[in-house]
């Protein structure tokens, strides 16, 4: 073999090398890209938070129930599907009826607030309704409420749910109203009854917590008092959107909290949706709130 014949020789070998690493880095990346685009799909966890503001006759029907139901469940059928959703204030049987019957196709578990204290009492108003199954593991009534907040059954419900192998411990919750200053000290001791009789008693490690629900607490140091009792973090939201209630008031109002020291999330997206321009007249066609949404991937 001559040098000239070498030299075409080496070459070609270079070149034949050279394709074949860059072949295999794009086969690399390809796959590695398959996987990332599979994660959020298989280990992720889409939730949410909505009080819908669901009285009973013969108020309820000043507030336009059913035909708000109507719209809730149009709603919710033209949303992308979540996992599981909460709301709170579902306080009438047949709404609630109504609104499963139209979305059961899609999610087909349910905890019903079956949790009247008293005959004088409506119930929590507490209301899941879910794509995977839901197990319900313990629930409380709070001890301490005030004026109209009497005549229901708030409390917090703690329950678990199961999607590709990781099971989740999720806290419902609706706490007590009149979130200026007065009844500070009521919501302190109901999230400390959630601490004392659903959190710490349930624990489990590898078990993610979530609590969720409407709060009455606005951003402030009343809230970072809660998140460091309970040892609870919580996060930006993305888009515009920054409050939950519809009104002057624009306040943020409710929540979807995760229990500090479980390292199985790689990346958590909170965000406030609006409705607004989804509807022909005015904003309240749905409820006073804004529901709050929360992707979780892991």
């Avoid at 034949?16 to 280990?43: A, H, R, V």
């Avoid at 590898?206 to 609590?211: E, F, Q």
């Avoid at 624009?250 to 406030?272: A, N, Q, T």
């Amino acid at each position: 073999m001559n040098i000239s014949t070498y030299k075409i020789y080496f070459i070609i070998i270079l070149s034949f090398n050279y394709w074949s690493c860059i072949n295999y880095q794009n086969t690399l990346t390809m796959l590695n890209t398959d996987k990332q685009q599979n994660i959020p799909e298989e280990n992720q966890l889409k939730i949410l938070s909505w009080n819908i503001k669901m009285l009973p006759g013969p108020y309820g029907w000043l507030l336009g129930i059913n035909e708000r139901a109507e719209n809730i469940i149009q709603f919710l059928k033209k949303s992308d599907q979540y996992d599981i959703i909460c709301f709170q204030e579902a306080f009438s049987g047949s709404i609630r009826r109504k609104i499963y019957a139209k979305l059961q196709n899609i999610y087909p578990y349910e905890i019903e607030p079956d949790d009247q204290t008293a005959f004088y009492k409506l119930n929590s108003g507490l209301w899941a309704i879910s794509r995977f199954p839901l197990t319900l593991k313990n629930h409380i009534s709070f001890t301490q409420l005030r004026e109209s907040d009497k005549l229901s059954s708030k409390g917090a419900k703690l329950f678990s749910i199961t999607k590709n192998k990781q099971e989740f411990h999720l806290i419902h919750t609706h706490m007590q109203a009149d979130y200026k200053t007065k009844y500070n000290d009521v919501r302190t001791l109901q999230y400390t009854e959630i601490n004392d009789q659903l959190i710490l008693p349930h624990e489990m490690e590898g078990v993610p917590l979530i609590l969720l629900g409407d709060l009455n607490i606005p951003q402030s140091g009343k809230l970072k008092g809660m998140l460091q009792k309970l040892k609870l973090i919580n996060g930006p939201l993305t888009g515009t959107l920054q409050h939950s209630i519809i009104g002057k008031s624009k306040e943020l109002m409710d929540y979807i909290l995760i229990r500090d020291g479980h390292p199985k999330f790689k990346s958590i997206k909170r965000r406030v949706i609006d409705f607004s321009n989804k509807l022909v007249e005015k904003e309240y066609n749905l409820s006073d709130h804004y529901p709050i949404e929360a992707v979780l991937n892991w």
